[in-house]
């Protein structure tokens, strides 16, 4: 597993949730416990009270520019990464 976190575009999105932006090597690995467990404590090391993760995360693929297309989702470009956006929260509703 290389999972990677791309600390420029993580950002708190209000006061309940926080945008963590995943980056790997394989779209399965951004979709693990692991990922999971990755996003929420990359969360918590921003200083936001993280509890649970409040989407579930859709991995798709980026160029060398860390840009998507539809020429790399249908698979016409190489690809040199994935990346997923999960988006944390400070509770879970219940």
């Known amino acids: 597993m290389s999972l990677r976190v791309v600390t420029d575009l993580c950002k ?3 006061q309940n949730t926080m945008l963590v932006v995943l980056e790997g090597d394989s779209r399965e690995e951004l979709v693990t416990l692991e990922a999971r467990n990755a996003a929420i404590n990359t969360a918590r ?7 649970g993760i409040s989407s579930i995360p859709h991995p798709f693929p980026i160029d060398d520019k860390g840009e998507t297309s539809d ?5 016409g470009k190489p690809i040199k990464a994935w990346r997923a956006d999960y988006v944390v929260s400070v509770g879970l509703g219940l």
């Open 12 to 14: 708190q999105s209000n």
């Open 45 to 51: 090391q921003f200083g936001f009270p993280a509890r």
């Open 71 to 75: 020429a790399l989702i249908m698979g």
